[in-house]
C-alpha cells in the first residue's frame, strides 16, 4: 500500500481537532482580555486625573480660606482632621492589660507596626490609654502614597499578599468601586465611605527603625524631647525616616 492512502486513526484526527479548538478559543480570550485591560487603564487614568485635581482644589482652598481670614484679621482654624496614622514604639514587655488590648484592637501587634485609624471621640479615647507605646500624628497626601505603594501588603484570605498589581485589589474590593492603587489611596486620604473595608485590606504596615535614631528619651511624650504621643503633621518627617 502506498504511504498517500495511509489513513490517520480516528483518535489522533480527535485529538487535533480538539487542540486547534483549544488553540482558537486560547486566542479570542487573549483578544477579549487585552482589550477589557485597555479600556480598564483608560478608567483608572482618569480616575487619576480626577483625584489629582480633587486634591489640588482642597489645597487652593485652604489656602484661599487662611488668606481671607488674615486679610480681614481673623485667625483661620482648619477643620479637625479624620485621619491619623498610628506607629507603635514599644515593644511586648511590661504593657498593662488595657493598653495591650487597645494595641491589639487597632492591629498593631508588633514594634514599629503602623495603622491609618478613622479619628473619632472613641479612637481618640483609645489613642490616650496608648500614649505611652505609640507615636501618632495626621498623614498628609504624600506619606500615605508612598506607604501604599512602598509598603502596601494586602490581606487576602488571611495573608500577607504584596500589591504588585491592580488586579489584586479589584478582585477584593471591585465591588465597592475599588479597582486600583489611586482608588485606595483616595479612600484612605478622604476617610470615604468604604475606608473601613479599605483599611482592613491593608496588612498593618511594616517599618523599619528612623534613619538616625530614636530621641535619647524614647518613652517621653513628643512635646517634653521624646517620640511617643501625638505630633499632629510631625507625623510625616518621621515616616519619611522609617520607610
Not at 495573608?159 to 498589581?165: A, E, G, K
Request: net charge positive; hydrophobic share 40%.
Amino acid at each position: 500500500m502506498s504511504s498517500n492512502k495511509v489513513l490517520a486513526p480516528e483518535t489522533l484526527l480527535k485529538q487535533r481537532k480538539h487542540a486547534q479548538k483549544t488553540a482558537a478559543e486560547k486566542a479570542a480570550e487573549k483578544v477579549a482580555a487585552k482589550k477589557a485591560n485597555r479600556q480598564k487603564r483608560q478608567v483608572i487614568f482618569k480616575r487619576a486625573e480626577q483625584y489629582v485635581k480633587e486634591y489640588r482644589q482642597m489645597e487652593r482652598s485652604e489656602i484661599r480660606l487662611r488668606r481671607q481670614a488674615k486679610q480681614t484679621g481673623n485667625f483661620y482654624v482648619p477643620a479637625q482632621p479624620k485621619l491619623a496614622f498610628v506607629i507603635r514604639t514599644k515593644g511586648i514587655n511590661k504593657i498593662a492589660p488595657k493598653p495591650r488590648k487597645v494595641l491589639q484592637l487597632l492591629r498593631l501587634l508588633q514594634i514599629n507596626n503602623g495603622v491609618f485609624i478613622r479619628l473619632t471621640y472613641a479612637t481618640t479615647q483609645m489613642l490616650q490609654i496608648i500614649t505611652p507605646f505609640a507615636a501618632w500624628g495626621t498623614p498628609n497626601l504624600k506619606t500615605v502614597k508612598e506607604l501604599i505603594y512602598k509598603r502596601g501588603y494586602a490581606k487576602v484570605n488571611k495573608q500577607r499578599i504584596p500589591i504588585t498589581d491592580n488586579r489584586v485589589i479589584e478582585e477584593n474590593l471591585g465591588k465597592y468601586g475599588i479597582i486600583c492603587v489611586e482608588d485606595l489611596v483616595h479612600e484612605i486620604f478622604t476617610v470615604g465611605p468604604n475606608f473601613k473595608v479599605a483599611n482592613n485590606f491593608l496588612w498593618p504596615f511594616k517599618l523599619s527603625n528612623p534613619t538616625g535614631g530614636w530621641a535619647r528619651r524614647k518613652f517621653r511624650h513628643f512635646i517634653e524631647g521624646g517620640d511617643v504621643g501625638n505630633r499632629e503633621d510631625k507625623i510625616n518627617a518621621l515616616v519619611r525616616r522609617m520607610n
